[in-house]
């Protein structure tokens, strides 16, 4: 009778203890669970020094302390950037409010020739009242994107000397620390986003 | 014979109409290269009474509000599905001088790690087969628009197909988001 105790009872133990340390481990390695590229270990980029929608300059040294989402594109862009646009909009809406509070989209222009801070400024806008458009002088805002990688290229359409232009395919979030810590993809459902953007903001509050 | 029974006339009446369907099934394409083509959005369930349903059926369209800026673009997407028996082909697109400047067809293509549009010069849509006009892929650029697209607001689009000729559509304009968005380039 004891025997059969003790058998049962050990294994059991055994069981107990192996489930709670799968759990402890499971919940450390489950936690960061990001749908969108991570940058391991997060690393520092240019930093930008352009000009926002209020005319006031723009650094992203400047943001620290906030999750800032920075994607790069135009506004002569009718199709994918409008598209991203709204989809940051939308994952923006589903952040909690403290989270919401502590995250800034950032629009960059790849076309600074057409588009000024002010058109950057109406056009984000459009999107969220609390999204900064940022432009600048045309020759530094190309550096700074080049700084990046990022070479726009122009492709010309019709015969007024309007033109399109290449830009990213992912987005860039930045930790409260000012670090790249994510690569969206920009056709990301707007869900994951927000639920990206909200373990970003989480792994600065811990 | 003149006074049939109800139940036969019931029968004839049925036989009537799936012969009339078979052959509308049948014959759908070819009276389609005349002017009588220029459909609203058709049903994909053809009423039986209607003559030869248009080859080319166009569903699902709509096209993009806009921001409100100067000389700004939109795009429009649509389902267009061949129901014919001859291949054809969407080769143009126009609005009115009031809507917008021209209108092109676009395809999105990645680069790498960039995106970039291209203009093309038409998509073959085979029998039975859908040509997908959809967010992040190909689309109906406009280009020019005369005023801001506001969600609520209709316009007429007329494509133009190489077999079923000018299609005039009435397109709703719309708060475009995320979902049935393309994969860039899988098209080609
Ligand atoms: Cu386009």
Redesign the pocket.
Known sequence: MQRILRRVRIPALVGIAVIVVALALGCREDAPAFASAVVEPPSRMPEVNLVAGDGQPFRLSDQQGKVVVVYVGYTFC??LCPLAMSTLGNAYDRLPAEVRDGVQVVMITADPARDTPEVMAKYVNYFDPSFTGVSGDPATVLETLASWGIHPERSATGANGSYFVSHPTRMYVFNRDGLLRLQIAHDLEPESVASDLELVWREGND | MMHTPKAARRLILIAAIAAAGIFATACSSDSDEDAEATAAPVEATATLAAPAAPAIEIADIRARATPGLENENS?AYAVITNRGTEKDRLVSGSVDASVAGRVEL?TTVKEGEMMR?VQVDGWDIEPGASLELMPGGN?V?ILELAEQFVVGDTFTLTLVFEQAGEIEVEVPVMEIATSGMATPGAMN
Do not use: F, I
Request: aromatic share 0%.
């Open positions: 009718p199709d | 795009a676009h549009m689309h650029m």
